[in-house]
């Protein structure tokens, strides 16, 4: 059974960088998986924030496309998120989730928990 | 790229059939097969319901189905149970990115 746990700081200052790992256990990183950061303000709805393949590739939801970067490390079955110049608006629990064997498909069959990130200062 | 269309809200009685409606455009729903559903109860990760239109994970009852028509998906439940009242949403591929519905709360009565 493959579990997902984010981890990282609950709070971030307006226009710093939020960062984010999500520790795969259960299964491998490398499988031929993609894996994807998906955010939910609160009350609100979900949004695709981005994706990353083992071997490094990765896609972005063009409306963050410029203050995200996905990485991967394979060594620690882990996967990590980095957004910068937050704002309020960036306010969101934020999942990882293991997509399809196809990039940008909408098909995510296992979830982390979620973590709260608050932008505040 | 806008956010698919979902009815805000819809209501069933115990044991009733309801079905929540996902519209998108010819960019998404209505040319490419790969949309999905998601239910999520209150402070819990969403859950893969449907994929690929009417696909269905292993253990997700075969209560719930999907179908599409033109531009426009579906998720049909039926026999309500208590347990179905949480919020659906509903996802498709597009070239440039996943995009997600608005999200429909469904209410069991």
């Known amino acids: 059974q493959v579990q997902l746990q984010e981890s990282g700081p609950g709070l971030v200052k307006p226009s710093g960088t939020l960062s984010l790992t999500c520790a795969v256990s259960?299964?491998?990183?490398?499988?031929?998986?993609?894996w994807s950061w998906v955010r939910q303000p609160p009350g609100k709805g979900l949004e695709w924030i981005g994706e990353i393949y083992h071997s490094g590739s990765t896609n972005y939801n063009p409306s963050l496309k410029s203050r995200v970067t996905i990485s991967v490390d394979k060594s620690k079955n882990q996967l990590s998120l980095n957004l910068t110049s937050v704002t309020a608006a960036d306010t969101a629990v934020y999942y990882c989730?293991?997509?399809?064997?196809?990039?940008?498909?909408?098909?995510?069959?296992?979830w982390g928990q979620g973590t709260l990130v608050t932008v505040s200062s | 790229q806008s956010a698919l269309t979902q009815p805000a809200s819809v209501s069933g009685s115990l044991g009733q059939s309801i079905t929540i409606s996902c519209t998108g455009t010819?960019?998404?729903?209505?040319?490419?097969?790969?949309v999905s559903w998601y239910q999520q109860h209150p402070g819990k990760a969403p859950k893969l319901m449907i994929y690929?239109?009417?696909s269905r994970p292993s253990g997700v009852s075969n209560r719930f189905s999907g179908s599409k028509s033109g531009s426009t998906a579906s998720l049909t439940i039926s026999g309500l149970q208590a347990e179905d009242e949480a919020d659906y949403y509903c996802?498709?591929?597009?070239?440039?990115?996943?995009?997600f519905g608005g999200g429909t709360k469904l209410t069991v009565l």
């Open positions: 259960g299964g491998s990183i490398s499988s031929s998986n993609w």
């Open positions: 996802a498709s591929y597009t070239t440039t990115t996943t995009v």
């Open positions: 690929d239109i009417r």
């Open positions: 989730a293991r997509g399809d064997r196809f990039p940008i498909n909408p098909t995510f069959d296992y």
């Open positions: 010819s960019s998404d729903v209505g040319v490419y097969n790969y």
